[in-house]
């Protein structure tokens, strides 16, 4: 033990990269299918130190829906005094992860003004919370923002 | 005199005891230093403001091409492909500079290492350079919390 101290001393680095594998989504390229289930798209809308926007499209499965019918859900949730809630999204991803256990990919649109530790953290937020895993693949819209898109303002 | 010269009876028993703690705590930092050992060459060690954003992944890195966003410039294989104040303030969404040389070399898998204070739209437009450019996997560098 006494040798391997110094060793491991000697040789370690202070900083340990990790990697996040991204789903790159827009380019007309299509996102890897997702096995069926009941959340159909999910998507977090990022609006710089506002609110984080949640939309879902969810297959309805009451009696009078038709087949493959959908049903647009949407949730805000307004930033606090800190900043965005992750807390709060984490507890809205967690619904819809019950909905669709199967489901593992989730698309973040953030907006441009955001650093990139900022959109680090969203991503890991959306990946996994305190109980487990969430939607551990998360796509990353790269395509422009649409002029309405920006900041949520109307012209 | 006698007693002064007496060879002192080692309390074996004290001695044994003292050591127990201190292997104790060899073993915690042991296993600390194991969980956390890393052989990963620091990233951009000659620029002192650059720094890689935090993330809980532990997922290892693969070397790949690498493109670094820093605050100086966009590089490519450590290689200064474009500046980044241009492309900050520009709506340009291809930086045509990194569009060509990611061209010309092979693989689809990229890697980029942008620092965590910079704005998202440069990762942004260097994300979608690498996809117009054919590298299909991309993968973001970040720093693992579990680091030392």
């Known amino acids: 033990m006494l040798l391997l101290m110094p060793f491991l001393l000697l040789t370690t680095s202070v900083q340990k990269l990790a990697g996040i594998d991204l789903l790159l989504a827009g380019n007309n390229s299509e996102l890897p299918p997702e096995p069926p289930g009941i959340v159909e798209r999910l998507t977090v809308v990022v609006h710089p130190d506002t609110a984080l926007e949640i939309t879902a499209q969810v297959r309805r499965s009451d009696v009078g829906a038709k087949t493959g019918e959908t049903e647009a859900r949407a949730e805000r949730i307004e930033a606090g005094a800190e900043g965005l809630d992750l807390a709060a999204l984490q507890s809205a991803l967690r619904r819809y992860k019950g909905l669709d256990p199967e489901r593992e990919q989730a698309t973040l649109l953030p907006a441009d003004s955001l650093s990139n530790g900022q959109v680090v953290n969203l991503m890991d937020a959306m990946r996994r919370d305190a109980e487990g895993e969430l939607f551990p693949k998360v796509a990353l819209g790269v395509e422009p923002p649409a002029p309405s898109d920006a900041e949520g303002e109307q012209p | ?148």
Do not use: C, W
């Open chain 2, 1 to 148: 005199m006698r007693r002064l010269l007496a060879k002192p009876q080692a309390n074996t028993s004290l001695g044994v005891a003292a050591l127990a703690p201190m292997v104790d705590m060899l073993t915690i930092l042991l296993v600390f230093l194991l969980k956390s050992y890393s052989t990963d060459a620091p990233v951009r060690p000659g620029d002192t403001n650059f720094e890689l954003p935090m993330s809980i992944s532990e997922q290892p890195v693969q070397r790949t091409l690498a493109i670094d966003l820093t605050a100086h410039g966009i590089y490519l294989q450590d290689q200064r492909i474009a500046g980044t104040r241009y492309y900050l303030e520009q709506d340009d969404t291809l930086i045509t500079e990194l569009y060509g040389a990611l061209q010309q070399l092979p693989g689809d898998r990229v890697q980029v290492r942008a620092d965590a204070d910079l704005p998202y739209s440069l990762t942004r437009k260097a994300l979608f350079t690498a996809q117009q450019a054919g590298k299909r996997k991309v993968t973001v560098v970040t720093v693992s919390r579990s680091s030392l």
